[in-house]
Structure formats: C-alpha cells, structure tokens
C-alpha cells in the first residue's frame, strides 16, 4: 500500500494503559494484554490514482490508434479515415469513463482500465485486418466495424453500471436473484424457436434481428451468487466432515451445492454441447468454494466429478470425442480432413509459426487462412502478426489484469467483496489459458473466446461489466472503514 494510503486516523484507542483502566466499566478484570478494538477512517485523498491512471490511458488510446494505422498502412496502402472516427468514439467514451471514475471511484484502480482498453483496441484493430481480402468478394463482411459498435455499447453498460452501483456491498442481498437469472440464461439457448440451431454448439440465441450468448452474462451472475452464497455456508462446508488421508473431506448432507453446479456444468456440456463454458461454470465454483473454505478437498472432489464426466460425454457423444481426437491425432490425414477435424488447429499453428519471433507485420500476414480467425483463433491472427514477443506482451497485460483483481482477495476486509473478486477475475485467467491452450494444443480446443479481443457482443459486453464491477471493488476496498483489533 503506498504510504498516503495508509493515513488513518484512530477513534476510540486508549492512550496509556492508565486511560484503559479509566475507560474499563467497573467490575472488569483485564489481565495480560489488553484487547482493544478500533474502527480506522481513511482521509479522503486527493485523485491521485486517477492521476496514475489518465496517462497510462492516454498511451492505450495511442496503442490502439497506432494499431489500426498501421494495419489499413499494410493491408491497403492507404489510410480511410471513416473507421478512424468512428474508432475514435470508443476512446472518448474510455475517457468520459474516466472521468465518471474521478467523480464516483476515486480510489478504483488506475490499472484496470487502460489495460482492458489496450486489449480491446488490439482486438478492434486485427478484425478489420482480417476483413479485408472480403471486401472485394461478393459477401463482404464488416465484422470490424460492428466490433467498434459492440464496444461502444459495453462501454456505455460499463459506465452505468459504475454510476448504478454505489456500494458493491448490496449485491449479496441479491444472490438467489442471481442464481435464479443464472439458470434461466443457461436454458434460453434449448428453449425452441428462440436458440439458434445449426452449429455444433448450442449457446446462442437470436431476438430479431441480433444474436446473443447468455451464458456470457450467466457467468457474472454466477460470480455473484456464489460469492454470497459461500460468505453464508463456508462454516459448515470447511469444518464438519471426516478426515481422509489428511484431508477433511465435506459430510454426504453438504454435497448438494457442488452436485447442483456440477449437474448444471453436465447440461451445457451434453445439451448444449459446450465443453467450453461447462469447464467455466464448475472451475468458477471449485476455485470460489476452495477461496471459502480452505479446503483442497472440495478441489479434488470436484476434479473427479469433472474429469469423470468429460470421459462419459468423450465416449457418448461425438462432437466431445472429435475434439480430443483432434488434440491427439492432429496431422493424421483421415483427422486432418474430416468435418470438425484438425483442420483449423494445424492452421492455427502453422501461422504462429509464420510469425516467429516477431511477426509479419499488422496487415502483412495471412491469418484469414484459418477457419474462425476472428473470433476463435484471433490469438493465432494476433501471433502470426505480432510474433512471440506480441504474444508474450499481450499476455503480460491479461496477467496484470487478473493480478489486479486478485490482489482485491489479499486487501479486502469483507468476505463477499473478496470471493466477488477472486471468482471476477478468475473468469478472465480460465478463458485466457483455456484459449491458449487450445490454440496451442496444451489441452483440447473448447468454445470459449479470448477476453477483448475476440469478435463477439456478447464477450465484449460482459468483460466490460466485469471491468466495472472491479473497478467498484478496488475503490470501496479502499474507502470503506476498517476495524483494526490489536
């Protein structure tokens, strides 16, 4: 904690021992040490982080801009100045952000926003390199420009949401509203005539003329309820049960929250076919409950649970075994070619490859080659272009977001606030790993898209409310009132 953090004035502190004598009711024996207790109010401080933060801001809007220049530079030659202005929108709303942070969240942190910012810019600007070569066919697509529009949308959900919720603290008055939004979004997509058919995942659905995936708000949801829900029963899911092999496991009447979640995890997995999310919503709880708990054993419990039903559904159902086929077998020739093969994970692989150590250049590569380049495999587009050391550079801002959020579970002095924090930021650290590794062949590919920089609505409007939410956090940590026993 930096040192004008740290001011603090103490109310209600006995000076000298004589004073706590004075102060001690009649009738009272104190022996040995004397227990105080003290309530620490922290000075309202000048916006020094929002001072940190505006020229870290300025250099991701710089980033950005500069991202998409030199992309139109190498891709056309030219500069076309009607995404420039558009783009552009998006970051004076990240400023008007700002400035809503220096009126209502002085003391959020003044690292969360530029990084979220620099990754979404980056995002922007490879969709549109990678829209290009289509603008001379007959189905031209504009997946870039809908992007910036998606973006300048959750900016603005971003900014109400920081403006609408005052004190975090209330959302756990809420959580049974949460879990009950939660399931109703994980069903939307098999409900009939409103989830989209037709893909090998069932998690979209359409409302007129938009398509949008619940499940990417069901996460938040989730978050939130498990956070209040756990502050509740952590007692009675860490200290009853009996030992095994050094470890205190949970008693047969406290399964039923991990079997619930685990049922629900099995749904997406066979109904909707999303091994992806499925791996999201069971990793949230476990890492969430062993937060709570302390516990190793809910971690082991549940990775059984886990591991064994993946083998089911790899052995039941197809779409699961193609994908591990896939991840194994990648370069055989009936795998290669098959439908749903290994066709776009050799590409993938091929292009981080081309790009060596430091890439071909924004607009030099060609990362529409491989099949979902801008939603799916945006990473391999991004490492053709960028190289190892854009990778490693990228990966670097995802690991200092995440820290960011983690490091509310370290200074946080209510326990809601922290287990909301730990579970915000951990849905950013799955999906960062869960799409490297698939990229990358560590473990099998799933359906899960990379956090700001993947093409998708849905994505980019739940991560930005996420940045919200700990951006709150971050600043209530700070402000709130501390009760100090020594």
Known sequence: MPAADDATEAIGRPSTPAAAS?????????????????????????????????PLLIVACGISAGAMLLVQLGALGEIRSDVLWSGGLVLLLALVLHVVLRV??????????????????????????????????????????????????????????????????????????????SIV??????????????????VWIDVGPLSFQPGEIAKITLAIFFAGYLVQARDSLSLMGPKIL??????????????IIWGMAMVVLV????????????????????????????????????????????????????????????????????PGGSYQLVTGLFG???????????????PG????????????????????????????????????????????????????GVGLSFIIALQVFVVMGGVTRVIPLTGLTMPFLAAGGSSLLSNWIIVALILRLSDGIRTGPRAVVG
Do not use: C
Not at 185 to 202: E, K
Not at 289 to 312: D, E, N, P
Not at 352 to 366: D, M, P, R, V
């Open 22 to 54: 004075a102060s001690t009711p009649a009738g009272t024996n104190l022996t040995g040490s004397t227990l105080t207790q003290t309530i620490t109010i922290r000075p309202r401080q000048p916006a020094r982080l929002r001072n940190i933060e505006l």
């Open 104 to 181: 209502v969240a002085r003391d959020a942190d003044p690292f969360v926003l530029p990084i979220a910012l620099t990754l979404n810019g980056l995002g922007i600007a490879e969709i549109y390199r990678i829209d290009i070569p289509s603008w001379s066919g007959s189905n031209p697509t504009h997946a870039g420009e809908r992007q910036i529009l998606w973006t300048t949308a959750a900016l603005v959900v971003a900014i109400i949401a920081i403006i609408a919720i005052k004190n975090y603290r209330i959302l756990a008055r809420y959580r049974y509203i949460a879990m009950f939004v």
């Open 185 to 202: 979004f994980l069903l939307l997509p098999l409900v009939p005539g409103l989830g989209r058919r037709g893909l090998a995942a069932r």
């Open 246 to 259: 050094g470890m205190r496991f949970p008693r047969p009447r406290d399964l039923g929250p991990i079997l």
């Open 271 to 338: 109904f909707e076919k999303d091994l992806g999310t499925s791996l999201l919503y069971f990793g949230l709880f476990l890492v969430m409950i062993y937060v709570a708990t302390g516990k190793a054993s809910w971690v082991v419990l549940g990775m059984v649970l886990f591991v064994g039903g993946a083998i089911a559904a790899a052995l039941t159902q197809e779409y699961v075994h193609d994908r591990f086929e896939a991840w194994l077998n990648p370069l055989s020739n009936s795998v290669y070619g098959a």
């Open 352 to 366: 981080l490859a081309n790009g060596g150590l430091i890439g071909t250049g924004f607009g030099q590569g060609s």
């Open 369 to 420: 080659t491989t099949p979902l380049a801008q939603s799916d495999y945006i990473i391999a587009s991004l490492g053709e272009e960028l190289g190892l050391a854009g990778l490693i550079a990228i990966l670097g801002l995802y690991i200092l977001l995440v820290s960011r959020g983690f490091r509310i579970g370290f200074v946080g002095t209510d326990d809601f606030g922290r287990l909301l």
